[in-house]
């Protein structure tokens, strides 16, 4: 049996348990309590990180980000536009085979427009570490087309001959920007160009001439004949280059002189007179037009321009119908010095200085000499009686050989 004694002496203990117990659990509560308060306030801290990182990302790049090779990470469109115009490449120039990428200060390399994009593309709520590399595509494909030009050659036939012209060998200095290629020296190109013009140009052109009287004889074109066009040529060669085309034909690229920029008797034969022209001879004062390799017209009594006194002799060479005009009046100076205005039937230029074939009403001296001291200004005067048949024969463009 428990003694009162005892019966204390337990009672005490157990309310010692029970004080300890309350002050554990007093402890955990407030440990509870302060854990809680700590979690909430650490939730509290990063909340707010978070809003700033958005605030943040909402206006700055992601940290991994680069335009055309120029970092921005962090940056805002209008800091990264500022940078990339200051150090991007924004150029590249074809040089010595090679191609190399160049910054040139006075090329607009990007907009803040295009900086706004790449930024909308890159955007996460959150930074994120992931790379971002955003290129500049005009300049890759730039690239390809240079590589393209730089390896492109070309069949350049002309005058029955073919010239093969590499452009590595010809092409000094290309230059790729703003979406285009840019030819900055061509001047190997434009040089053989000028060498190929020398050496098939017909445009002063001498060679042996048959006459229709059976005398072969040295005649020279002056404006009738052709030349390479080298500006057209040179335009036509590059474009080819650019766009693949093996050959060209150069018959598209031929200049003339004259009254006609076009080039005349290319691909004919005879030394590209063809079959039909008009043939003049000041020794023996005789004209005859050749039609499709027969004398058609022939007339015996022409008077050319005065031989002996003054500059109106009528020039020799290879020259062309310029042009025909019925009714003209032909204008002009005497060698006194005073002024004609001698009205005409038919008018057939073959010069630009005003010489050229007609009738002449008023002259009544159509010997085999009065050329010599009595002849015209320099034009081919013909009887009324015979202009008819003349004028009938000749066509525009068609040669006229004066010896």
Same mark, same amino acid.
């Given at each position: ?63 991994? $980000? *680069?335009? @055309? ?7 805002? &469109? +209008?800091?990264? #536009?500022? =940078?990339?115009? /200051? ?86 200095? $290309? *230059?790729? @920007? ?7 020296? &061509? +001047?190997?190109? #434009?040089? =053989?160009?000028? /060498? ?87 020794? *023996? ?9 027969? &004398? ?108």
């Amino acid at each position: 049996m428990t003694s009162r004694k005892d019966y204390r002496k337990e009672n005490k203990q157990g309310s010692k348990f029970l004080i300890i117990g309350g002050v554990v659990a007093i402890v955990a509560i407030a440990a509870g309590v302060f854990g809680y308060n700590a979690y909430k306030r650490e939730q509290a801290a990063a909340y707010a990180r978070n809003q700033k990182q958005i605030a943040f990302n909402k206006t700055h790049f992601n940290p991994n $980000v *680069s335009i @055309y090779g120029v970092k921005v990470g962090k940056l805002t &469109v +209008s800091q990264a #536009t500022k =940078k990339v115009l /200051a150090k991007a490449k924004n150029k590249l120039v074809y040089k010595d085979g090679k191609i190399t990428s160049v910054r040139d200060t006075k090329l607009t390399t990007i907009s803040q427009n295009t900086v706004e994009s790449y930024f909308k593309k890159q955007y996460t709520q959150l930074p994120t570490t992931k790379v971002y590399s955003y290129k500049n595509m005009s300049l890759s494909a730039g690239k390809n087309k240079l590589k393209k030009v730089a390896a492109a050659s070309v069949a350049y036939n002309v005058g029955g001959k073919t010239f093969n012209l590499s452009a590595k060998d010809y092409l000094t200095q $290309v *230059s790729y @920007y703003s979406g285009s290629l840019h030819y900055d020296n &061509v +001047s190997k190109l #434009t040089a =053989k160009l000028e /060498a190929m013009d020398k050496e098939v140009k017909t445009l002063g052109k001498s060679y042996k001439f048959k006459t229709p009287a059976g005398s072969t004889i040295t005649v020279t074109n002056q404006s009738y004949g052709w030349g390479i066009w080298t500006a057209s040529a040179k335009s036509a060669i590059l474009k080819a280059y650019e766009n693949g085309t093996k050959t060209i034909d150069g018959k598209n690229h031929i200049y003339g002189e004259g009254y006609t920029t076009q080039g005349l008797g290319y691909g004919k034969s005879n030394n590209g007179l063809g079959n039909s022209y008009v043939v003049v001879s000041i020794a *023996s004062q005789d004209m005859w037009i050749v039609v499709n390799g027969k &004398v058609a017209v022939t007339v015996s009594d022409v008077v050319t321009g005065t031989e002996n006194k003054g500059d109106n002799a009528t020039p020799k060479g290879v020259w062309y119908i310029m042009y025909k005009e019925e009714g003209a009046t032909l204008k002009g100076q005497n060698d006194d010095g005073s002024s004609y205005a001698s009205k005409v039937s038919y008018w057939m230029p073959f010069t630009l200085s005003g010489c050229g074939l007609h009738d002449a009403s008023w002259r009544t001296d159509w010997s085999s000499t009065a050329y010599l001291e009595g002849g015209s200004h320099g034009c081919v005067n013909i009887r009324p009686s015979e202009i008819k048949s003349v004028w009938n024969a000749v066509k525009v463009h068609m040669p006229v050989i004066v010896y």
